[in-house]
């Protein structure tokens, strides 16, 4: 299985800069893609998708999310952060079965 | 508007079963493959199955392999979960996706499974 290594937590100010990882056992990139996705779920609510591919934003995400990264090494960025951004963030490989996700980034503020 | 409407959860007894049903809208359902991904409490997103829009494939994680089995209805434009010999950890959220292939681009508001005796 492709093992997905996020750290647990991140402390961020708001209005700063805030670098959440995602690493990946093996290359999930596919024919130039990459499998890699990110998600995000705030406490009590449904994930949401936010970055597909690698580095494309997802309907209706605003443009302070951006993401990047291929191989094993990929990076979801938000800049600047903001107070409704407190939440989990997580990752997703497509590259082979079964799909693994990572094991989240809780993003909190300082 | 894509709405996902996830029913059937409950608590249930180690060894039984339980079937889960998903009714989607607001997008043609026959062009997506579907998929359930869970959440056992405090804890993080795992993928449990997807299958095709053809529904000519089924795809699972070993965790689940042999025990639950996805099953689609285009006639009615739902998505099932049979789960069999449930265990304890089973016990989770139960989400109904859209996709599966690549993304999970629609999430439903989930339904909870709890397995305990």
Known sequence: DIVLTQSPALAVSLEQRATISCKTSQNVDNYGVSCLHWYQQKSGQKPKLLIYEGSNLASGIPARFSGSGSGTDFTLTIDPVEADDIATYYCQQSKDYPRTFGGGTKLELK | EVQLVETGGG???????????????????NNYWMSWTRQAP????????????SGGSTYYPDSVKGRFTISRDSAQNTLFLQMNSLRSEDTATYYCTRGGRRIFDYWGQGVMVTVSS
């Open chain 2, 11 to 29: 608590l249930v007894q180690p060894g039984r079963s339980l079937k889960l049903s998903c009714v989607a809208s607001g997008f043609t359902f």
């Open chain 2, 42 to 53: 405090g804890k993080g997103l795992e993928w449990v199955a997807s299958i095709t829009n």
